[in-house]
């Protein structure tokens, strides 16, 4: 891995062929490069029985999102490692628009932190403000036609914004780690 400074982020480039005698350097792509937006009419469909949109049904479209994005900073297909955190932040009504909109926060070897937001607005108030109704951070993995691990662009942060979801991305995945070896250690003494 060869670690170079652009725009005042480290990015590292990525040396991918291990396994093809043709050793090339994978560019660093910018969160925009893999942004996608999804949405959502929400129908008697995905109600639950208090009448609102069951919190499942955002789950799916924010995973569903969250893969679109992972799988094209990735540039092929990436399966859902973990679901960070998902905080639902305000009910989503039969008849709401939801948009889904997700980016690449952070990318290591094989693995990616996507950030999800989820905004509601009425199906026929047009103009209305949108509500923030959730948000989440997945971790997504990508992988080779066999199922295993493949490697990834590094991402290269290019405003404030992106950098600062870049710095907690990597807490958030310290964090993650520290978990899971306390866990384990608990598991081992236990």
Do not use: C
């Not at 396994?19 to 925009?32: C, G, K, Q």
């Amino acid at each position: 891995m060869a670690t170079t400074v652009q725009g005042g982020a480290k990015v590292n480039r990525v040396r991918i062929g291990h396994r093809d005698p043709r050793v090339r350097l994978m560019e660093p792509l910018p969160p925009s490069y893999g942004r996608v937006v999804l949405t959502l009419l929400a129908n008697q469909n995905h109600v639950n029985l208090l009448g609102n949109v069951h919190g499942g049904e955002v789950m799916r479209l924010v995973d569903s999102t969250a893969g679109a994005a992972a799988g094209r900073h990735s540039g092929g297909p990436a399966v859902t490692a973990a679901m960070d955190e998902m905080a639902f932040l305000a009910p989503v009504k039969v008849g709401d628009i939801l948009r889904a909109t997700a980016q690449v926060n952070w990318a290591g070897r094989t693995s990616m932190e996507v950030g999800v937001r989820v905004e509601s607005e009425p199906w026929n108030q047009a103009g209305t403000d949108p509500v923030h109704v959730a948000s989440a951070y997945l971790v997504f993995v990508a992988i080779d036609p066999d199922g295993e691990p493949r490697p990834v662009p590094p991402l290269l942060p290019e405003s404030p914004d992106e950098v600062r979801r870049a710095r907690e991305a990597e807490i958030r995945r310290a964090h993650r780690l520290a978990q899971k070896q306390e866990i384990l250690a608990a598991r081992d003494n236990g």
